[in-house]
Nanobody, 116 residues
Framework: QVQLVESGGGLVQPGGSLRLSCAAS????????MNWYRQAPGKERELVAT????????NYADSVKGRFTISRDNTKNTVYLQMNSLKPEDTAVYYC?????????WGQGTQVTVSS
């Protein structure tokens, strides 16, 4: 069955870094664009970063540009989100998403808390 399993979340101080991973299985990973979304308490889910199937192109929300980097390893069926210079407003549950046409798969999410 299809699985997206996020890991790497946790508590970090402002200015710190975290690296999220999302391990995929059960579908043709390399044929899907991969995305990271986040949802903070009381807010709508927002798209943070996206990467194309071969990793040749990526895009970011304005709020994370220059601080976050999305990457993928198609040999390991894994997508990553490197998060640097973290701010309290980055606190949210981060979700991995695989998208191809009308097909959408989601992970269960991993909590990131930025606090001193």
């Amino acid at each position: 069955q299809v699985q997206l399993v996020e890991s790497g979340g946790g508590l970090v101080q402002p200015g710190g870094s975290l690296r999220l991973s999302c391990a995929a299985s059960g579908f043709a990973f390399r044929t899907y664009a991969m995305n990271w979304y986040r949802q903070a308490p009381g807010k709508e889910r927002e798209l943070v970063a996206t990467i194309t199937t071969l990793g040749g192109s990526s895009n970011y929300a304005d709020s994370v540009k220059g601080r976050f980097t999305i990457s993928r390893d198609n040999t390991k069926n894994t997508v990553y989100l490197q998060m640097n210079s973290l701010k309290p407003e980055d606190t949210a549950v981060y979700y991995c998403n695989a998208a191809r046409g009308r097909i959408d798969y989601w992970g269960q999410g991993t909590q990131v808390t930025v606090s001193s």
